[in-house]
């Protein structure tokens, strides 16, 4: 028995277990039916598992699931149950909404034994109508719930492999999502005037380069102020019926120590006095290192979408062209670029995984100079 039930990590580094049994072959096509599962978390649940259905097979009560006809949402139930194991809370979150805003919602009522090619292809067609930029996504998802059908020979083939995709031809579009020098200096100058805090966390994002998600997740314990560093190992995730809770992020490249500039650590300084008297009025206590540097009144993190309730407030005080929250870490791209640093040390700043997704960032963000160099040389060639 032993021998029957292995260990294996999941893509996020967990170990979990799984087993197959042998159960016979199926009378109609000759193939060999195996009871699979997988996705336990201790060898014992495994093992209570693997006697509750070898006992079952030996009293031959077990009934194959190749003898039941299922369709795409009692697929689901079944796939879900494992792929909950293997990823994030707020991972298995974003699945489960794609299932049913999208897949279930073509496909859910056809039994996968009679699923074509044709329907899935006019699937694929509505959800690129939709969502042009996403759409892919959904033809994975269900691709790879299709292929978990195929593993439990409940089906042949995964029609959702043959499908063609459409292509999305993006409209040329100038990107701006980011503030020189000089917009952003009048942006901060905007925020200190309308609420301190939002100065600091629109300042932090510009100055460091973090997501909006690890800003709000940020504890002060994070903070070093004698070697002016931060460390980020943390952000803010959506879970299931959008619980929000602080988890670490989804890439090892995510976790990093950056160096901050004097003047930004100073004002952090500075929020955090302010900071302690405000909780004390309401009744927290924040001489404690291990407190948000961003907390709502009930000392909790904020909401993702509530910094751009923050922004959209300085831009109409200020009358400035808005960015995203997002821009901010853009800005801080595009004037690391014009100070000089390499790639290797933006990717690194940022957190990127990929050099590809900096090289992405510095082809839109470097047009702007690009032209501000032609105009310099032609200053120069007719002077």
Not at 130 to 149: D, E, F, Q, T, V
Not at 256 to 263: A, H, L, P, S, V
Not at 306 to 335: M, P, Q, V
Request: aromatic letters at 12%.
């Amino acid at each position: 028995m032993d021998n029957e039930i292995k260990e294996y990590t999941t893509p996020s580094g967990q170990s979990r277990y799984g087993f197959n049994i042998y159960v016979g072959k199926n009378d109609t096509t000759g193939h060999t039916i195996q009871i699979k599962k997988q996705g336990f978390k201790s060898r014992d649940a495994a093992e209570k598992s693997y006697y509750e259905y070898k006992i079952k097979v030996l009293n031959g009560e077990y009934e194959p699931l190749t003898k039941r006809r299922y369709t795409m949402k009692d697929l689901f139930k079944l796939w879900s149950k494992t792929y909950k194991t293997t990823v994030k809370e707020s991972t298995y979150a974003t699945a489960l909404m794609i299932f049913n805003n999208h897949i279930l919602k073509e496909l859910g009522n056809i039994y996968i034994d009679k699923l074509t090619i044709f329907q899935c292809q006019n699937a694929v067609n509505k959800w690129f109508e939709i969502a042009p930029k996403a759409y892919k996504r959904y033809i994975r998802y269900a691709s790879r719930m299709l292929n978990y059908a195929v593993d439990l020979e409940l089906i042949d083939k995964n029609p959702m492999k043959k499908v063609v995709r459409p292509k999305y031809i993006e409209q040329p579009k100038e990107f701006d999502n980011f503030y020189s020098k000089e917009e952003l200096k009048e942006y901060l100058e905007c925020a200190k005037k309308v609420k301190f805090q939002y100065y600091v966390f629109f300042r932090l994002l510009a100055y460091s380069g973090m997501r909006k998600g690890e800003a709000l997740a940020l504890k002060w314990n994070r903070i070093d102020f004698l070697h002016s560093t931060i460390r980020i190992d943390r952000s803010v995730s959506r879970g299931l019926e959008n619980r929000l809770y602080i988890s670490t992020p989804k890439t090892r490249t995510s976790i990093r120590t950056i160096q901050m500039d004097k003047q930004t650590m100073s004002v952090l300084k500075e929020w955090r006095t302010r900071q302690q008297k405000e909780m004390l009025k309401i009744g927290y206590n924040f001489i404690s290192t291990d407190n948000l540097v961003f907390a709502t009144n009930q000392n909790k993190p904020h909401q993702p979408t509530k910094t751009t309730d923050w922004n959209s407030r300085i831009c109409e005080f200020g009358k400035l062209r808005h960015i995203t929250s997002h821009g901010f870490r853009h800005t801080h791209a595009s004037l690391l670029f014009d100070s000089g640093a390499s790639m290797k040390e933006v990717q690194k700043r940022l957190g990127h995984s990929s050099i590809k997704t900096t090289m992405d960032v510095y082809t839109h963000v470097t047009k702007q100079s690009e032209q501000e160099t032609v105009t310099g040389f032609e200053r120069y060639m007719e002077g």
